[in-house]
T-cell receptor, first 113, second 113 residues
Framework: SAVISQKPSRDICQRGTSLTIQCQVDSQVTMMFWYRQQPGQSLTLIATANQGSEATYESGFVIDKFPISRPNLTFSTLTVSNLSPEDSSIYLC??????????FGPGTRLTVL | GNSVTQMEGPVTLSEEAFLTINCTYT??????LFWYVQYPGEGLQLLLK?????DKGSNKGFEATYRKETTSFHLEKGSVQVSDSAVYFCALSSTGGGNKLTFGTGTQLKVEL
């Protein structure tokens, strides 16, 4: 199994600012993902965080809006830039363990005013 | 592309009632199928999974059978408890998809005494 922590757990931000979310895993993992869960909606994959290289973004998500860093195999950050109220969501990181099971962090609840 | 369709919620049941939450999918190849559960105030947890046709995943009294012929993975439990109240997500990971998950919209279950 993998234990994942995220910081912050929640934040309230002003329109036009940015928020950086940290994801820390208690073991080295190859695959790490960032998801968004909009209010009352399901989870949507934003990108795959690749260690040592640029993240791979899903359709509809771009690096300028959601820059991602992955400096090592236990840590990643997601920045949500130029915030608007439509960015209010829960952001979750997930990792895939050695046996292929995917574990999710507790999420970061973002509210944009 | 891949997609998952779940029955609409919320579903309200009395304790000890039988539960079925329908899930159908569209995917290329031979996906792995999952049910995740999100209890109130908690993160997403894997409930059960099945990786090939006719496999039955089971956990905590819940079961789901991978039906390739009907492209379905319905979640069932013979006797629900109040503690089962949560949001349930059906998801798939397609062959060669790099463990990326596609989620259904989620079904909220409320179990009453």
């Amino acid at each position: 199994s993998a234990v994942i922590s995220q910081k912050p757990s929640r934040d309230i931000c002003q329109r036009g600012t940015s928020l950086t979310i940290q994801c820390q895993v208690d073991s080295q993992v190859t695959m790490m993902f960032w998801y968004r869960q909009q209010p009352g909606q399901s989870l949507t994959l934003i990108a795959t965080a690749n260690q040592g290289s640029e993240a791979t973004y899903e359709s509809g998500f771009v690096i300028d809006k959601f820059p991602i860093s992955r400096p090592n195999l236990t840590f990643s950050t997601l920045t949500v830039s130029n915030l608007s109220p439509e960015d209010s969501s829960i952001y979750l990181c997930s990792v895939v363990s050695g046996d292929g099971e995917q574990f999710f962090g507790p999420g970061t609840r973002l509210t944009v005013l | 592309g891949n997609s998952v369709t779940q029955m609409e919620g919320p579903v309200t049941l009395s304790e000890e009632a039988f539960l079925t939450i329908n899930c159908t999918y569209t995917a290329t190849g031979y996906p792995s199928l999952f049910w995740y559960v999100q209890y109130p105030g908690e993160g997403l947890q894997l409930l059960l999974k099945a990786t090939k046709a006719d496999d039955k995943g089971s956990n905590k009294g819940f079961e789901a059978t991978y039906r390739k012929e009907t492209t379905s993975f319905h979640l069932e439990k013979g006797s629900v408890q109040v503690s089962d109240s949560a949001v349930y997500f059906c998801a798939l990971s397609s062959t060669g998809g790099g463990n990326k998950l596609t989620f259904g919209t989620g079904t909220q279950l409320k179990v009453e005494l």
